[in-house]
């Protein structure tokens, strides 16, 4: 038959996975915190400066490059109510 009493054995296993949980969860919340750390516009700017003055050809074909997809996205939303506009009329 098995006994539904926790043994010392049982606790004291217990009392290591909550500390184990317990670090993780620290260990996740900080990691949390550098990343919104980092993702703060000041960090983000500075980043930039930074790359742009070691590799700026780096910088601008992203910048291009960025430029180019929110382009391409904006003229793809005018074209579909355009050409939708044209099909209704």
């Known amino acids: 038959m098995t ?4 043994t010392p054995d ?3 296993g217990e009392n290591a996975l909550h500390l184990d949980a ?6 996740l919340e900080e990691t949390l915190d550098e990343i919104e750390r980092r993702l703060t516009p000041a960090e983000l700017w500075k980043s930039t400066r930074i790359l742009y003055a070691e590799r700026p050809l780096v910088v601008l074909g992203a910048a291009a490059g960025a430029v180019a997809a929110v382009g391409g996205l904006v003229f793809w939303a005018v074209a579909s109510v355009r050409g939708a506009s044209h099909r209704n009329g």
């Open 22 to 27: 317990d670090k993780t969860r620290d260990d």
């Open 3 to 6: 006994d539904a009493t926790t």
């Open 10 to 12: 049982d606790e004291a």
